[in-house]
């Protein structure tokens, strides 16, 4: 959680924060799995996900999501405070 945490610091994302379960990565990365991050505050920041990318538990690194991964079709819950 606290690299998620961070990833929203350094985006200057507003509150609320919104994060996905773990989805996995598309063949073509290099790493296997995504944590969707998004700002809930406006509809226009629900549309500008981040896909925050870990191998097991390790951070690796943030970016705004891209089509392949699949952030906009997945489900958010509140990242626990």
Known sequence: ???LKK???EA???EPIEI???VRAHPI????WI????SGATELSKRRPYAVLFEGNRYVEARLSVIVDRCEGQPFVALPR
């Open 1 to 3: 959680m606290n690299s």
């Open 7 to 9: 990833v929203a610091a």
């Open 12 to 14: 200057k994302l507003a």
């Open 20 to 22: 996905s379960e773990p």
């Open 29 to 32: 990365s290099s790493v296997p």
């Open 35 to 38: 944590i969707c991050l998004r």
